[in-house]
């Protein structure tokens, strides 16, 4: 089976990794994959937003399945230009990643079918929202309304913060067409909980839960980053709440959907906040959450390639997708000065002995030799019998990546950590 992977991240090189243990995954292609995928599949320099060019390519070499993981193609359609060519897919069509593609959409769909989610009000006039501010509640969360590489959530805790993350969104154009549209919603406060799910439309079956560390410094302080590193299953997650969410969110979100004529097939990723009036919505996203995918797939027991062409046959049932009951950590290195100014260009050399463990996310290779090509450059993951032995494993190995000016966080895991001791 010649199988297609549109994206270039971490992520996607999980997802391979994953792949590639089925033996019917003859041939995998990257596109535009990365230098440090090269070993487990055959990169080509198409870009993931390039949606001619990546159904062409499809067409021409006989794709017998595609999987589509970025949110961007997502967004464009890229699952509904290949199935034209009838290629197969797994991910959603166009019009079921607009719960990623806009929170405006998102928040109204939750509004609308009493899925619990913080309260908002939505801008589309920059005065009318700084007017709002003046005696809106602090802290406020304002939100662009598009995708934004997952930094387009600011948290602002005085006024001047709010009105600056207005004016930075809605003058300023800081992430583009992205901020025509904001969201301002309450500031909800409670550990926050991943929950990967797939579903083919009627069934949904989440994965197990996962604890992303998105800002940029130890105890959660700096900037917002797309994530430094993950820790899997989240423990503020109990059976109960899981019972909750599935009773109170998730069914309720694929029939919303389908009630809406978007039938989701694919993964949904629901961004929780568990809160003292139960687990609350942040976010959707219409794809696999990277750091996330990096400690929850090395988990997965079952055959991830059969569970995506389950969902895309829609015949997704729950005894086809079995966890490991250890748990694994994943620490991120980054480029100094990530998510602002970086360099690039650094020498990066991975031990042979950990290179089953790494998930490399910005990478390129030159005469051999790889190097350093974004500002979050790899994942390292390990998976132990317990949530303290993976964290001590994750950062030991981390030790045998080097390049220059790597930034890792030191303290992933330890808020689990502390919830379990």
């Not at 309260?119 to 934004?148: C, H, N, Q, R, W």
């Not at 301002?184 to 560390?213: A, C, N, Q, R």
């Not at 390639?305 to 748990?327: C, G, H, P, Y």
């Amino acid at each position: 089976m010649k199988i297609l992977v549109v994206g270039s991240g971490g992520r996607e090189h999980a997802v391979i990794k994953k792949i590639k243990e089925n033996p019917e995954a003859s041939e995998i292609f990257a596109l535009p994959g990365n230098g440090g995928m090269e070993n487990d599949a055959e990169c080509v320099n198409i870009a993931a937003t390039d949606i001619e060019g990546i159904t062409d390519f499809a067409v021409k070499n006989s794709i017998d399945y595609a999987i589509v993981t970025p949110d961007d193609p997502l967004v464009l359609g890229c699952v509904d230009a290949l199935e034209e060519k009838g290629i197969p897919c797994f991910g959603p069509r166009k019009n079921a990643a607009v719960i990623e593609g806009s929170k405006v959409f998102s928040k109204e769909l939750m509004k609308k079918y009493g899925i619990p989610t913080a309260k908002y009000e939505v801008f589309s006039d920059m005065e009318k929202a700084l007017a709002y501010l003046k005696t809106a509640p602090l802290p406020a969360v304002i939100k662009a309304d598009g995708l934004a590489l997952g930094k387009g959530v600011i948290i602002a805790f005085t006024r001047e913060e709010a009105e600056e993350a207005v004016v930075s969104m809605m003058r300023d154009k800081k992430f583009g067409k992205s901020g025509e549209n904001i969201v301002i919603e309450e500031f909800l406060e409670g550990p926050e909980v991943s929950v990967l799910s797939f579903t083919d439309g009627k069934t949904v079956v989440p994965m197990i839960s996962s604890m992303d560390h998105k800002r940029a410094c130890d105890n959660d302080e700096g900037l917002n980053t797309g994530g430094m590193g993950t820790v899997a299953p989240n423990p503020y997650y109990t059976d109960a709440i899981a019972k909750e969410c599935m009773d109170k969110i998730f069914l309720p979100t694929i029939t919303a959907m389908n009630a809406e004529g978007r039938t989701f097939k694919g993964c949904l990723y629901f961004g929780l906040m568990i809160t003292k009036d139960g687990p609350k919505v942040i976010e959707y996203n219409c794809r696999f959450g990277d750091p996330e995918t990096q400690v929850v797939l090395p988990l997965l027991e079952s055959d991830l390639l059969n569970i995506m062409l389950s969902v895309t046959n829609e015949t997704l049932s729950a005894d086809k997708v079995r966890f490991s009951d250890k748990s694994a950590c994943c620490v991120i290195a980054a480029s100094k000065g990530y998510p602002l100014a970086y360099e690039k260009g650094k020498l990066l050399t991975i031990d042979e002995s950990i290179k089953e463990n790494v998930f490399v996310a910005g990478a390129v290779k030159k005469d051999g030799k790889l190097f350093t090509n974004g500002g979050r450059v790899l994942g390292v993951t390990a998976v132990e019998s317990t949530l303290g032995k993976a964290v001590v494993s994750a950062y030991k190995m981390m030790e045998k990546v080097s390049f220059e000016n790597k930034y890792c966080r030191s303290d992933i895991g330890k808020k689990a950590l502390s919830k379990t001791n």
